[in-house]
C-alpha cells in the first residue's frame, strides 16, 4: 500500500523541521514500506518554501515540494491530493509531531481491514504542556463515529488518514472552509460529515497519535479561535441543510444548555471559559452568513 503524506504549510519556518523530521523518523521504522511526502506551501512570506526544499534535500522517502499561491488551507490540500499517488492519503499540520510509531499503527489498521475503505484519524495530545488543552483529542478506546452526536472533533485535520477511493466518491474538501476561506474553520467537520452520510466509516484510533505544539496560551487565544470554529460549525449545518437530523438536535441542546446556563448551570467548558452562548451565538451567524452569502445562494441552485 503507498501511502502520500499531504503537508501544507504557511508561515511556518521554524516549526515545519520538526514535522517533517519526525514524519521521516516514523517512515524509518516502516521498512520496505512505500511512502511518500507532498509539502504544499500555501504562499508563505516567510522562507517557509526554501526551507520545504531543504528538507526534501536526502531524505529518506519521495518528497515533492508544491507551491499553491491560491489562499486556503482546503485549496493548499487539493492541490496534494492531485499530486499525491497513494492508496491511503494522511493529512497532518504543520505544528505537530509525529509519534515514532504513527505510520507503524496506521499500515497495520488498513491491513487488518484488508485495505479497508475506512477514514482513521487518532489522537491529539499537546506537544508543549504550557499550551491550553483545546483542539485536542485524548480519549484511550477506539470510536466508530455513529452519527449519534455532533461530528466536530471526532477527528481532526492534523490527524485524519483517507482512502484515495473516499475522494473519488464524495469529492475534495470544500474550499469555502477551513483557514483562508470564507469560513474559517470546521473543513474537517464538514469533509468527515458528508462521507460519513455516503457510507464511509469513520474510525478514531487511539494508537495513532501525534503532538500538537498550537501554541495558544490565554483564555483570550481560546476564545478567538473557538468563535472561528463556531461560525464554520454553523456554515456547516447551512451547508448540509437546516433540517438535517443530527445537526438539528445538535442545535436544539446547545441552546437549551444556554437557558440552564443562564438559570446557574455549568458552561461548556469551565477550564477555558467556553459558554454555551459562545457556541450558539457564532454558530447563528455562521448559518446566516452562509445562506446570504453567493456560496449559499450557488449552492441553493444546484
Known amino acids: 500500500m503507498r501511502v502520500s503524506i499531504i503537508l501544507c504549510t504557511f508561515d511556518r519556518k521554524d516549526k515545519l523541521p520538526k514535522v517533517v523530521r519526525s514524519i521521516y523518523s516514523a517512515a524509518r521504522r516502516t521498512l520496505g514500506a512505500d511512502i511518500e511526502l507532498i509539502i504544499v506551501d500555501n504562499g508563505s512570506t516567510d522562507r517557509s518554501l526554501e526551507v520545504a526544499h531543504s528538507l526534501a534535500i536526502d531524505a529518506p522517502i519521495s518528497v515533492q515540494v508544491l507551491s499553491e499561491i491560491a489562499k486556503g488551507l482546503c485549496r493548499a490540500k487539493n492541490r496534494g491530493i492531485k499530486a499525491a499517488t497513494g492508496q491511503v492519503l494522511v493529512f497532518t499540520d504543520d505544528d505537530c509531531e509525529w509519534a515514532p510509531d504513527y505510520l507503524e499503527v496506521l499500515l497495520r489498521s488498513y491491513r487488518d481491514d484488508n485495505g479497508g475503505a475506512a477514514i ?145 448551570g455549568q458552561k461548556f467548558d469551565p477550564q477555558l471559559g467556553i459558554s454555551h452562548r459562545q457556541l450558539v451565538v457564532p454558530q447563528m451567524l455562521g448559518i446566516w452568513l452562509y445562506l446570504f452569502s453567493s456560496i449559499g445562494r450557488v449552492a441553493r441552485t444546484k
Open 120 to 264: 482513521k484519524g487518532g489522537r491529539v495530545e499537546l506537544g508543549d504542556p504550557s499550551d491550553l488543552p483545546f483542539t485536542i483529542k485524548t480519549e484511550r478506546r477506539m470510536e466508530v463515529y455513529d452519527g449519534s452526536r455532533h461530528p466536530g472533533g471526532f477527528l481532526h485535520g492534523c490527524n485524519l488518514a483517507v482512502p484515495r477511493a473516499v475522494f473519488e466518491t464524495i469529492g475534495l474538501f470544500d474550499e469555502n472552509f477551513g483557514p483562508g476561506a470564507p469560513f474559517r474553520a470546521a473543513e474537517d467537520t464538514e469533509f468527515v460529515y458528508r462521507a460519513f452520510k455516503a457510507g464511509v466509516p469513520i474510525q478514531y484510533i487511539p494508537d495513532l497519535v501525534i503532538y500538537h505544539h498550537h501554541g495558544r496560551k490565554t483564555i483570550s487565544d481560546i476564545a478567538n479561535l473557538n468563535w472561528s470554529y463556531q461560525i464554520g460549525n454553523g456554515a456547516l449545518h447551512a451547508k448540509h441543510g437546516l433540517a438535517d437530523r443530527l445537526l438539528l438536535r445538535a442545535s436544539y441542546y446547545n441552546a437549551r444548555n444556554v437557558l440552564f446556563e443562564v438559570a446557574g
